[in-house]
């Protein structure tokens, strides 16, 4: 079985008792906080470049994660 990467983890998950929810990934997790940050700045151009922004610090969040673990 191939390993999961950390950023495809579930951020949320709960898993009840017949119940299954899964929910976003910490890789969308903390790309919607880090553009939550950018659309908060009214100074920022709110274009798609924002977007990809967010992903770029959601990606070394992780890779950050990881080097420290």
Do not use: W
């Amino acid at each position: 079985m191939p390993e999961v990467k950390n950023g495809d983890l579930n951020a949320f998950p709960c898993l009840e008792s017949g119940y299954e929810e899964l929910g976003l990934t910490k890789r969308e997790y903390f790309a919607i906080k880090a553009l939550q940050g950018i659309l908060a700045d009214s100074s920022m151009n709110h274009s798609k470049a924002c977007t990809t922004l967010a992903i770029k610090y959601a990606d070394m969040l992780l890779i950050e994660l990881e080097l420290t673990q």
